[in-house]
């Protein structure tokens, strides 16, 4: 349930804002029009992942931090189990990057320092009930695999009921947390680098003025070239889509992924489409499916079919232009290779069958 909270502090950027949304949820946010439909969109792709998985209270988050990065090291190197990777995120529509089979099982509480136990014969007589009651949790909460070997199952059945100490069943507990919720969902952030990265965004947006602002759910971005784009949150990767108002009151999206957002701070990430969409002219340069938005698509017929131009050689000779036959230096080859490589990017809608004819 949300309210409307006149002023204070916002749960995810820190900034005094007023007219805060309060989510009762998750303890009681307050957020601000710049982060409430990120959060809650983040908010609602791990609601799956029930509350009592989270982080240990008495680790620091460089602890947490430690821990991530043992299972990225486990996950990174051949013949240490067999581990999810990122793209199944893509491929399965929600996160998961735990073990897949009991070798990685053993690595992974070998990692969390979770492996002995004082008694091995403890593990022969834990009831099956209780074992299958126990993993039945891990599997409504997401773990996609659960172990086969009878003693690996007794394991972590003891870990969940605290049978081993609470100490280690809460060191277990955050270690299926990092698995199911990664460090750009507003559950598994790093709470300072989350809020400076949301500042920086409602700076950069104040920043641009009127061609810049925060409407409803999405965040609005008037381009050099005219164009106006609307950058909203989804419910599943990359986090966000972008899209382009159209006059006919539709808007078309625009599939634009930038390279490594994984390794980036969610908000940084949201900053840089910000900055690329405002200058839209120079960044369709570099940017192909942002290219038709910005340049158009001449080749485009009235049934919005595309006639193909494959002559190759004469693509080139365009590119090219006149070439003198002397060899020009370092300097001046990487600028006329520099001209190429922008005449591709930014004229090849202009060549056609026409102006082939014409030479």
């Not at 309060?22 to 609601?47: A, D, F, H, I, P």
């Not at 947390?177 to 990265?197: M, N």
């Not at 159209?246 to 999206?253: L, S, V």
């Not at 919005?304 to 131009?309: A, D, E, L």
């Amino acid at each position: 349930m949300n309210m409307a909270v006149q002023n204070g502090v916002c749960s995810s950027c820190d900034y005094t804002s007023v007219n805060l949304k309060q989510v009762r949820r998750w303890g009681g946010l307050e957020l601000c029009s710049c982060c409430n439909y990120w959060v809650r969109m983040s908010l609602r792709r791990t609601k799956r992942v029930p509350a009592w998985i989270r982080p240990d209270p008495d680790m620091s988050g460089d602890e947490v931090t430690e821990m991530r990065e043992k299972f990225l090291q486990l996950r990174g190197t051949h013949g240490r189990g067999r581990w999810a990777e990122r793209r199944m995120i893509f491929e399965m529509g929600f996160a998961y990057l735990g073990p897949l089979n009991d070798n990685a099982w053993e690595l992974a509480l070998s990692a969390l320092g979770l492996r002995e136990i004082s008694n091995g014969d403890v593990l022969a007589n834990v009831p099956s009930e209780i074992i299958e009651e126990e993993l039945t949790k891990l599997e409504r909460s997401g773990i996609i695999h659960l172990p086969s070997n009878p003693f690996l199952r007794a394991h972590l059945a003891l870990l969940l009921r605290g049978d081993l100490g609470l100490t280690k069943k809460r060191r277990f507990v955050t270690g299926l947390f990092l698995w199911l919720i990664g460090d750009d969902e507003f559950r598994g952030r790093d709470e300072d680098a989350w809020a400076k990265s949301f500042q920086f965004l409602q700076e950069v947006v104040n920043d641009l003025g009127d061609r810049a602002d925060f409407v409803d759910n999405y965040i609005r971005v008037i381009g050099s070239s005219g164009n106006a784009y609307r950058i909203r949150p989804r419910p599943h990767s990359p986090h966000y889509i972008v899209s382009r108002e159209g006059e006919d009151g539709k808007n078309p999206t625009i599939c634009i992924d930038p390279i490594n957002a994984h390794t980036v701070v969610f908000g940084d990430i949201l900053v840089n489409l910000v900055l690329a969409l405002y200058d839209d002219q120079i960044s369709a340069r570099h940017i192909d499916t942002l290219a038709r938005h910005v340049f158009g698509d001449p080749r485009a017929g009235h049934l919005g079919r595309q006639r193909r131009n494959v002559n190759i050689e004469h693509l080139w000779r365009r590119a090219l232009g006149t070439m003198p036959d002397d060899q020009p230096g370092p300097q001046e080859a990487f600028q006329r290779w520099r001209r190429v490589i922008d005449r591709f990017q930014t004229n090849l809608a202009d060549w056609n069958e026409e102006e082939e004819e014409e030479e």
